[in-house]
């Protein structure tokens, strides 16, 4: 199983996005995901045919959010989904094997319906967080535990997930948290992603 520590990408951040992966991956994260609803098609592809090979060489997994077409043309590593993004289950069988295909929970409902095909889940959000102004109804840790439970899928815990955050999310079954501004708003995104690392236990 992929490590426990799962970094978005954010645009308005001081840091150039390019960077915030670059400094995650180097920290050790075992996932970056590029989410800007805002970047042209094109310059979306641009990045991720600049960073897939850097990714790669340093093992952290390229996702691509929202973006079906550029997420296949690219050849990322895989996609993230939420719940009104399209129907998993037909993306699933557009994406060539070993495509990783990443789907949004937000309730139990939404877990116990869950199509064969979605290889991880991102659970949440725990809590409000300004990051995502359309979030749904923070779910909490003991909501994330009942989304874990369901679902039988490794679950990544979202939405203001912090540093101290790692006994709890690890309490409810969650494999390991995906962050936004913890890492990409900290003065030195590398050493922010480093030591949520090693709240984990991982060196
Ligand atoms: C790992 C992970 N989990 C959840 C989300 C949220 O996806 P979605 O609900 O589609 O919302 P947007 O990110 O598209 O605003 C995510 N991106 N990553
Ligand atoms: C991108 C995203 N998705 C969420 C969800 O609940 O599905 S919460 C979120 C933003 C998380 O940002 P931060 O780590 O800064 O709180
Ligand atoms: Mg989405």
């Known amino acids: 199983m992929r490590g426990p520590i799962y970094v978005i990408t954010d645009p308005g951040a001081a840091l150039p996005v390019v960077e915030q992966a670059r400094a995650a991956a180097r920290g050790g994260a075992a996932w970056v995901q590029l989410r800007d609803k805002t970047a042209?098609?094109?310059d979306l592809a641009t990045?991720?045919?600049?960073?897939?090979p850097e990714m790669a060489a340093l093992g952290t997994l390229l996702i691509v959010n929202d973006r079906v077409e550029v997420a296949l043309?690219?050849?990322a590593h895989g996609l993230h989904i939420g719940q009104g993004d399209g129907d998993a289950a037909a993306i699933r069988r557009r994406m060539p094997p070993?495509?990783?295909l990443g789907l949004s929970v937000e309730t139990v409902a939404q877990a116990r319906l869950i199509p064969p095909g979605v290889d991880y889940i991102g659970a949440g959000p725990v809590r409000a967080t300004p990051t995502k102004s359309d979030h749904a109804t923070p779910i909490g840790f003991d909501g994330l535990a009942k989304i874990v439970a369901v679902a039988a899928l490794p679950t990544y815990a979202i939405g203001g997930m912090k540093s101290g955050d790692a006994g709890a999310v690890r309490a409810t079954g969650a494999i390991g948290m995906a962050v936004v501004s913890s890492v990409t708003r900290a003065p030195d995104p590398e050493a922010a992603t480093r030591a949520l690392l090693a709240e984990w236990g991982m060196p």
């Not at 990045?47 to 897939?52: P, Y």
Request: proline content about 0%.
């Open 40 to 42: 042209s098609d094109g």
């Open 47 to 52: 990045l991720i045919r600049l960073l897939l």
């Open 73 to 75: 043309a690219t050849g």
């Open 98 to 100: 070993g495509m990783i």
